[in-house]
């Protein structure tokens, strides 16, 4: 008679899916970090090249753009700056129309109507004092953006920034100081990753802004 062939119990299947089920999370671990890593990065560079544009955009109109404001996607105005004068009293968005550059962080999405979520759109925020032409030398700081660094100390004080422009990251919220708004006391954080702190943030220098204008001729 032929030998009976032994099936697998269902102990012996539980361990299995177990073991199975341990190394597909040793997988997708890092898989996720290396895939965070990257979209940190992308937004990064992104967010070196709003920086760039925006100085371009000052070389060009002797000004620093006001932020967009305009909700419906279907209005001729969404995605371009408020016509100066800036209207700062509540939270902006980065004029990416205006300025050429992408609409979204690595984890946007496109809004569809006027009460779509902003999800991944870059914010923004002008010292009001540089949304004027034409800017001079003698152009100062009016705003006093304070820029916190991931241990809460001030990482500015000497030189207030003209601009600021961030991500809110994956949790598509503003953490830390971006979390609020004051246009009368406008502070912000720029960090380290954490589990409670996800943003990237960029800021333009006032002596730095003041001497590209000077190198492109604008001063």
Request: glycine share 8%; with cysteine.
């Amino acid at each position: 008679m032929p030998a009976m062939t032994r099936g697998f119990t269902l102990i012996e299947l539980a361990v299995v899916l177990v073991i199975l089920g341990l190394l597909s999370g040793m997988l997708i671990t890092p898989l996720a970090a290396r895939i965070e890593a990257h979209q940190r990065q992308l937004t990064g560079a992104m967010l070196d090249d709003i920086v760039d544009a925006l100085t371009g955009f000052a070389l060009l109109h002797g000004r620093l753009p006001c932020p967009s404001l305009e909700a419906d996607p279907a209005s001729p105005a969404y995605g371009l700056e408020h016509p100066p004068p800036c209207d700062l009293s509540a939270p902006g968005y980065l004029p990416w129309r205006s300025l050429g550059v992408p609409a979204v962080d690595a984890w946007g999405s496109a809004r569809t109507a006027a009460a779509s979520p902003w999800l991944g759109h870059w914010r923004y925020f002008p010292d009001p004092a540089f949304t004027h032409a034409p800017i001079t030398l003698a152009t100062a700081p009016a705003a006093n953006i304070k820029i916190n660094d991931h241990l809460g100390l001030l990482s500015t004080s000497s030189a207030p920034p003209v601009a600021v422009v961030w991500s809110t990251g994956p949790n598509h919220h503003g953490d830390g100081a971006n979390a609020t708004y004051s246009a009368l006391a406008p502070t912000f954080h720029s960090g380290e990753a954490t589990p409670a702190f996800d943003d990237q943030l960029r800021w333009i220098g006032h002596p730095l802004f003041i001497a590209r204008l000077a190198q492109g001729g604008r001063l």
